[in-house]
């Protein structure tokens, strides 16, 4: 498994019954979490100190519930800032076990020697976006909502990298790709965070299970003749990590040399020590 181990700010304190307790920097969250199907008695103090508190409705959705807790509040990880804010279905505008593909693919940036062009698909609020442009990379930011992209430019001002070159597109993931393929267009790595369901602007609809070997296989096109690296986030329960390894080997293996891994990411638990698992990333990366 991939742990995001290195954050300061932020922690998994416990979980139990179907919920985990969080420190974000000053504040604490209770939010639902499907992967926390067992019950150990809640006897950690802070699940009583509680700033918010996200109440999943049996109706599907749910809502939140808050005490003393701002608006807007940020938290850092290393040399980065994000703007944090409850909103919609439990979310915060950030996925911290992801900085163990921040640090991942930081490094291989860091170390190419060469300038590097990453495609970020499904950039949500670019905490990949940040990532890759702090360790030197050139990002074009991908996300069908506007008010995403939005969020991912206030992230890129507090941590400095207003001025880095990313370039920031309003789009479906899907439909840019395409028009890169025909424009010419190429990048040395493609990072992507599909959604297991979604809507484009437009209505265009998303399900993971159809659409991403389809859309894989078209990135495939736009990587150069050294391409860095290729990474797949995954959130649906029903793609094994082994699935991601399967299709990186057949579409971007067979063509690149280089090494195909996939792991589940993981939370460390303050309280047991233990690693909740978050999804899981399926990773390719050259050789040479």
Known sequence: MWIADGWKDYEVIDCSEGEKLERWGSYLLVRPDPQVIWSTPKTEKDWKKMNGHYHRSAKGGGEWEFFDLPEQWTISYKSLTFNLKPFSFKHTGLFPEQAANWDWFGDKIRKAGRPVKVLNLFAYTGGATLAAAAAGASVTHVDASKGMVAWAKENARSSGLEQAPIRWIVDDCVKFVEREIRRGNHYDAVIMDPPSYGRGPKGEIWKIEDA?????????????????????????????????????????????????????????????????????????????
């Not at 690296?229 to 649906?236: A, E, P």
């Not at 971007?252 to 993981?266: D, N, P, R």
């Open 212 to 288: 991403i070997h389809p859309l894989v296989q078209l990135c495939a096109q736009l990587l150069s003749d050294k391409p860095l690296f290729f990474l797949i986030n995954s959130y649906t329960t029903g793609l094994a990590p082994a699935v991601l390894s399967y299709m990186l080997a057949v579409e971007i293996g067979a063509k690149h040399k280089g090494t195909v891994c996939s792991e589940e990411v993981g939370l460390p638990v303050t309280k047991t020590g233990l690693v909740l698992p978050c999804g899981a990333s399926g990773r390719w990366w050259s050789e040479s």
